[in-house]
């Protein structure tokens, strides 16, 4: 199976110092993920958590949203020619009676460590599928001195990052600032898959009462990831894209941008930020 990290033959140069030495890299390899043993995507990953990062997957997908609707997933023996196994294809199997969209079969998406949506046509496509509509959810308030404290905790949670610094993260906390979960991968859109597929394993979706923080920008498939499975609040430490502005406006979600030590910007969803009377 895939490690996490590898290790790889660097030259380092420091103040005009040459030396050669081992370097730390974070792995990164296909993961196929077949549904009722169709093809259905490759996305480029962080091997571990694969089953979690495939079932969370088909949650953002419309496919999955409570746990009895999972059969099962697993590796697929035989996955090479020679009929080795690379762990690096996972299939998936719906419980009977389970609907798979004929839109999601046809799509055979490439994902790749910067793209976790690929093909999604428009907002009406998140907003007409969606499970667990945001608006519906119980009533969340959050301090902004408690978001300014996150990113901190988050990033010394990072276990693989202090060893490679090549990883995205993606945690999720309660309204009062417990971690719950966390999970690094290469690609941001999986390692938030990630924590909503083990949330979906351990039947705990809808995450209503959820705050999700991502290293980096928060782009639209983020956005819609955290939507489908029906968290109420997303920061991110870097800026949102336009199109996840429009779609949390649209679908009730809070986006906080620039969640940097005490300064952020609340971009969508300001009610369930206490921000006091000078607004």
């Known amino acids: 199976m895939g490690r996490v990290t590898e290790r790889r033959r660097t030259i380092r140069i420091r103040d005009g110092a040459v030396s050669s030495r081992p370097d730390t890299l974070v792995a990164e390899e296909p993961l196929e993920i077949r549904l009722n043993g169709r093809p259905l995507a490759i996305t480029m990953r962080t ?5 979690a990062l495939a079932a969370g997957f088909l949650v953002s997908e419309g496919v999955l ?3 009895e609707e999972l059969q099962s997933i697993v590796y697929c023996a ?17 419980a009977p009676g389970v609907a798979v969209p004929d839109i999601t079969l046809e799509r055979n ?3 790749t460590s910067s793209c976790g949506l690929c093909g999604k046509a428009s ?8 499970r667990f509509p945001i608006a519906d959810t119980p009533p969340v308030r959050v301090e902004p001195s408690l978001l300014a404290g996150l990113p901190d905790r988050l990033r010394a949670a990072q276990q693989v990052f202090d060893r490679t610094g090549g990883l995205h993260a993606a945690a999720l906390f309660s309204p009062d600032g417990e971690l719950l979960d966390i999970r690094e991968d290469v690609g941001r859109h999986n390692a ?5 597929g083990r949330a979906l394993q351990e039947d705990r979706l ?12 928060a782009s639209f498939e983020l956005a819609q990831k955290a939507v489908m499975a029906g968290i109420p609040v997303l920061a991110a430490v870097s800026a949102p894209s336009s199109l996840a502005v429009d779609l949390a406006a649209e679908t009730g979600l809070t986006l906080v941008g620039f969640l940097r030590g005490a300064n952020m910007n609340v971009y969508a969803g300001d009610e369930r930020i206490a921000l006091g009377t000078g607004v």
């Open 206 to 217: 809808p995450l209503s009462r959820s705050i999700l923080l991502v290293s980096g920008r």
């Open 47 to 51: 091997p571990g958590d694969d089953f």
């Open 123 to 130: 907002l009406d496509a998140v907003r007409t599928t969606a």
């Open 65 to 67: 949203g409570a746990a």
């Open 78 to 94: 035989g996955a090479q020619a020679d009929g080795s196994n690379t762990y690096n294809v996972v299939d998936v199997k719906l």
């Open 192 to 196: 938030v898959d990630k924590l909503v």
């Open 109 to 111: 998406v490439y994902t």
